[in-house]
C-alpha cells in the first residue's frame, strides 16, 4: 500500500504531470492545497526551495518534479510503466519530458510579457518550441511513444489544458500549421487521468489568476471577461 500525499497550489502544471501519473497506475494521493504567496511553515519545513510540488510519503518529503516522476516509477515496478523498455528510448522519452518543463516556463514568459512588443516576441518563441514538437509527433501515434501512454504525454497535457484559457482570449496561432500536435492535443485532452488531474474549475481558476498579473495578455483577458459580462 502506497502513502502517498501531492502538495500543490492550484494551478501549478508540474503537480498535474505527478498526478497523472499516478492515475495512469490506479493510484490516489491524499491532495494538499497550499497558498505560495502565504506558505504554510509545515510547507517550508518540507520544501528546502519552497516549490511544488512536493511528494509525501510517509514522514519524508520528495521534490522537483522529475525527481518525484523517477521515484513513482522507482516505487510502483508494477503498475504500467511510463518510460520505455530500452535505454535509448528511455533517454529520450526523459529529454522530451524536460523538453515540456521548458515549455512551461516558455507559456510563463509569454502570459507575462509587460508589452505588445515582448509579448509577440514570447508568443513567436512559444509556436516555434511547438513547432519541434510537431517534427517529433510524425510517427503512428495517437501518443508521443505510439500506443502506449507515457510520461512525456503527462508532462505536455498540462500545458495543452493551459492554451484552453488562452484560447477563451484570442487565437494566437500557436499551433497554426502544426497538424500534428493539434491532433495530439485533442487526444491528450479525452483521457481520464488528464481530465481529472486538476481542480474540476481550473480553467476559472486560472483566467481569475490571469487578469491579475498586470501583463499585456491580463489586458487582453481582462477586455474579454468584460465584453462576457455585457453580454450576459
Known amino acids: 500500500m502506497h502513502d502517498f500525499e501531492l502538495i500543490s497550489n492550484l494551478l501549478c502544471p508540474y503537480t498535474q504531470r505527478a498526478a497523472i501519473q499516478l492515475a495512469e497506475k490506479g493510484l ?10 502565504d506558505k504554510p511553515d509545515w510547507f517550508v519545513q518540507l520544501s528546502p526551495l519552497g516549490k511544488v510540488p512536493v511528494l509525501r510519503v510517509g514522514d519524508t518529503a520528495v521534490f522537483e518534479t522529475a525527481v518525484i516522476c523517477e ?3 522507482e516505487a510502483t515496478p508494477d503498475r504500467a510503466p511510463m518510460w520505455p523498455a530500452h535505454a535509448l528510448d528511455r533517454a529520450r522519452h526523459r529529454a522530451w519530458a524536460e523538453f515540456a518543463s521548458n515549455v512551461i516556463g516558455d507559456v510563463f514568459g509569454f502570459y507575462m510579457a509587460p508589452d505588445e512588443a ?15 514538437l510537431e517534427s517529433q509527433l510524425r510517427g503512428p501515434g495517437p501518443y508521443f511513444g505510439g500506443e502506449r501512454f507515457g510520461l512525456v504525454d503527462a508532462a505536455f497535457a498540462p500545458i495543452f489544458r493551459l492554451l484552453e484559457t488562452f484560447d477563451r482570449v484570442a487565437d494566437f496561432r500557436l499551433l497554426q500549421g502544426l497538424p500534428a500536435t493539434a491532433a495530439y492535443r485533442r487526444t491528450l485532452a479525452h483521457r481520464p487521468s488528464i481530465q481529472t488531474a486538476a481542480v474540476p474549475d481550473y480553467g476559472q481558476v486560472f ?7 498586470g501583463s499585456h495578455m491580463a489586458r487582453l483577458a481582462a477586455t474579454t471577461a468584460d465584453a462576457s459580462s455585457v453580454q450576459t
Open 118 to 132: 515582448s509579448f509577440e516576441r514570447k508568443r513567436a518563441e512559444l509556436a516555434a518550441r511547438f513547432a519541434r
Open 71 to 73: 521515484y513513482i516509477e
Open 28 to 37: 490516489e494521493p491524499r491532495r494538499t492545497y497550499i497558498d505560495l504567496a
Open 207 to 213: 483566467f481569475r489568476y490571469l487578469t491579475g498579473r
